[in-house]
């Protein structure tokens, strides 16, 4: 060691420790993310950098009235995926990926209530609890399915109905007294919220025109522009009139310099554009502020600010201490106008930044926003199976059949909570199918979801056969996937759901290995593989498989969809060979099958005892051999099955094998107009079912059916 370095480290020995209270008066003026890192120099900095007292320090030190930090959400020219910062003075700074919400734009709705701001994700996306300092995200219970809505098909061709509530707006709010924060949703009709202490007043409200909370209460402002309040710590409602004089032009209702602040005129014209705050709130008494004249402005910043959507943002003194209120647009541009002189003050826009230029909207694509250390919330599951009662049900419900649950739901509203989670529904579809006799179902109208236990089936006697239907016969956990001509569709039979996807091209004829279902259990969601031959917008591109695919379905096995390689478009291969999607990295491989041959008869790729097996068919003998993969590229042949004795019904060349029976070890067959038992040890076959000869090449189509109370896509 060097003798300076030595000196150095024993003068840091000898130094004296920082006071606490110094200690924290410093750390409290770093940025949130800061503080985030520092909570990871040793247990002590960390207890005290999480600390509640701490928390609060920060929120009140690291946030300068005098120079506001902006939230700007837009999608400009240039973006990127990203939410981004700016300030007075600064550069945009990327913030936070915003790839939080799987559709629609992001909008946010609120200023920030105690450092968390509200965001809304536009075209029915979903709302959001969000703590930009932090990147921390929570979304709302119904996010998956925001407005309640109901999705019902009320005919094959015909749109879909959306049955949801009108008269909706959401508000963040902050409790002082539990030190909470809370949401609160206003609508026309009750839902599976939980209802406020108060039962609210008759009002329209307007899902474009959020809360504003300010001094413990929500403002809601509604169509007729009364505006409704609710107290954040009694949850009751009250009610408060617009200022004097208030004329129907584009009322905005925001927070400015600590007042509700209440704003009138046409965004999009040089009207005057009024700004009252309301200065007396026991009396209800309306300021006016400032009446800001547009037609003063040069023509240059008048042109340039013009705009859909325009909203006071903040208010503070420039240099030489004049007051002037911030604005936003809906292009995400800001500036500021002097209340005294009406001089307005170009601060922002997005052109030759990181964004890029953005489009005028109606929604303010920006807001301010807060350093802020504290969570956003726990989600609706931590706070479902923090009981300790709920986990117990939980424990039980979890082994019953689907439609059992799906009842069950119905007994009260912690029930059905619980049993709307995520974490039931993963754990319902593992436990309700565990030592279970397969449930086999048959597809009677794949269009409208509607299927039929087998038992029920042959006992109406009336088969429903079809000569223009794919379905793939084995479950992917708790789903099964399958093609009806120029359509796709996944379904849970069980369920009675069916979810059609949509394509851009309905003109394609009928491929049976266009589309394959898996599961990726690091996610806990299912990967459909989609097969075509023109791009489409709304599917995520991968790298094509490097071999053609046979026209039948694939099958999925442990983290890979497979499918069988079309020998007559491919190189030539002395044995088959078999595609493997990867559905958690995305990517092809190519594999080889068993020792069969192509030219001796049909080749079919299936799932047997959770084990990759291939079927093939030699035609001459009229044998089928079912081959099971021990290994890669390591196959063992399981069964040989004679069906000679069983002709006609029974073909190789027609024939599959469905599964397994856990039980009794026997095979069931299936044709598409006859299904069996074959008995590998007795080498004998028992039909339970035959359609008889039908035209056209119809056939039946058996699925195998997993217990699940999976809807994916949305209910049907």
């Not at 300076?4 to 993310?33: G, V, Y």
């Not at 009750?190 to 209460?217: D, I, M, T």
């Not at 009364?226 to 905005?252: C, D, R």
């Not at 497979?562 to 088959?576: D, F, H, K, Q």
Request: some cysteine; proline content about 8%.
């Amino acid at each position: 060691m060097e003798p300076s370095e030595a000196t150095t480290a024993e003068e840091n020995q000898d130094a004296t420790p920082l006071p606490k209270e110094m200690l924290n008066e410093i750390l409290a003026r770093l940025p949130a993310k800061s503080v985030g890192r520092s909570r990871c120099v040793s247990p002590e900095w960390a207890a005290l950098l999480s600390s509640a007292h701490f928390v609060d320090l920060h929120a009140r030190r690291a946030n300068r009235s005098d120079c506001p930090r902006l939230l700007l959400a837009p999608v400009g020219s240039l973006y990127d995926d990203y939410i981004y910062s700016w300030q007075p003075g600064g550069q945009v700074e990327k913030l936070m990926p915003d790839d939080f919400a799987a559709k629609g734009l992001l909008a946010p709705v609120t200023k920030p209530c105690h450092g968390l701001v509200l965001i809304r994700c536009t075209d029915y996306g979903g709302y959001f609890v969000c703590n930009p300092s932090t990147g921390a995200v929570l979304p709302l219970p119904d996010s998956e399915n925001p407005l309640k809505m109901i999705w019902r098909r009320s005919s094959f061709h015909g749109e879909v109905e959306l049955p949801y509530f009108h008269e909706v707006s959401y508000g963040l709010g902050y409790c002082s007294m539990t030190k909470q924060h809370k949401v609160v949703l206003v609508l026309d009709t009750p839902a599976y919220w939980r209802p406020a202490a108060q039962e609210s007043p008759l009002c329209y409200v307007n899902e474009e025109k959020p809360a504003v909370f300010l001094n413990g209460h929500l403002h809601y402002l509604c169509r007729d522009a009364e505006i409704i309040t609710f107290n954040t710590s009694s949850e009751t409602f009250g009610s408060l009139l617009p200022p004097t004089g208030f004329e129907n032009a584009s009322p905005v209702l925001t927070e400015l310099d600590s007042c509700l602040c209440f704003c009138y005129g046409e965004p999009d014209s040089d009207d005057p554009y009024h700004v009252f705050l309301l200065k007396d709130y026991m009396e209800g008494r309306w300021d006016k502020l400032c009446c800001i004249d547009r037609i003063a402005w040069p023509e240059t910043e008048r042109m340039l600010l013009r705009s859909l959507c325009i909203s006071p943002l903040g208010m503070y003194h420039s240099g030489d201490g004049q007051r002037k209120i911030m604005f936003g647009t809906g292009s995400c541009k800001v500036f500021a106008v002097d209340i005294d002189s009406n001089t307005p003050e170009i601060l922002f826009t997005p052109d030759g930044t990181i964004i890029g230029s953005c489009e005028d909207d109606y929604t303010l694509p920006l807001c301010v926003f807060e350093e802020y250390l504290g969570p956003v919330g726990r989600t609706l599951e931590e706070m479902i199976f923090s009981s300790l009662t709920t986990k117990a049900w939980s424990d039980i419900l979890k082994w019953m059949s689907a439609r059992s649950v799906s009842e069950l739901s119905l007994v009260c509203r912690e029930w059905r909570a619980m049993i709307m989670t995520d974490r039931f529904i993963q754990s319902h579809v593992i436990h309700a199918n565990l030592n279970k006799n397969p449930r086999i179902m048959i597809v009677v109208d794949a269009r409208f979801g509607h299927y039929m236990n087998m038992k029920d089936f042959f006992d109406a006697g009336a088969p429903a056969l079809y000569a223009n239907l794919v379905c793939n016969a084995q479950p992917c956990h708790g789903l099964n996937v399958g093609s009806c001509g120029p359509w796709d569709f996944v379904c849970n039979p069980v369920m009675g759901y069916c979810q059609h996807i949509e394509s851009v091209d309905d003109d394609v004829p009928l491929f049976a290995g266009r589309i394959g279902l898996g599961y990726d259990s690091e996610i806990n969601k299912h990967v459909l593989c989609k097969l075509r031959y023109v791009k489409e917008q709304q599917w995520r591109s991968v790298d094509p498989p490097p071999r053609p695919i046979a026209d039948m379905p694939p099958t999925y096995v442990s983290g890979k969809i497979y499918w069988m390689v079309e020998p007559n478009l491919g190189p030539i291969s002395l044995r088959c060979e078999i595609v493997a999607f990867n559905v958690a990295t995305d990517e092809f491989e190519v594999l080889q099958g068993p020792p069969c041959s192509h030219d001796n008869g049909r080749i079919s790729i299936l799932q047997l005892q959770g084990a990759l097996c291939v079927a093939c068919s030699d035609k001459s003998m009229n044998v089928l051999d079912i081959w099971m993969m021990k290994d890669i590229d390591t196959w063992l042949m399981e069964y040989h099955i004679e069906l000679n004795e069983f002709l006609p019904e029974y073909l190789s060349e027609n024939t599959t094998p469905l599964l397994v029976d856990p039980k009794d070890g026997r095979i069931l067959l299936n044709t598409g107009l006859s299904l069996g038992y074959y008995d590998p040890k007795m080498l004998g076959l028992e039909t339970i079912y035959t359609a008889g000869m039908p035209e056209h090449d119809a056939r039946f189509w058996p699925i195998i059916c997993d217990e699940s109370l999976l809807c994916p896509l949305g209910p049907s």
